[in-house]
């Protein structure tokens, strides 16, 4: 898999409504936009609605 660049941080305006993600590798719970969200500790795509 190749990818350009790396994470990118966001800052949401209170419109966007994140959904809550946990990451299946490392557990990391986070809110996430799109329809790939990529986990922010360790880049894993592996992740779960909560």
Known sequence: MCTVGGPV???FNE???GTNYRCKECGEKFKG???RPM???CQSEDVEEV
């Open 9 to 11: 941080d966001i800052e």
């Open 15 to 17: 419109r966007v409504k």
């Open 33 to 35: 936009i799109g329809k």
């Open 39 to 41: 986990c922010p500790s």
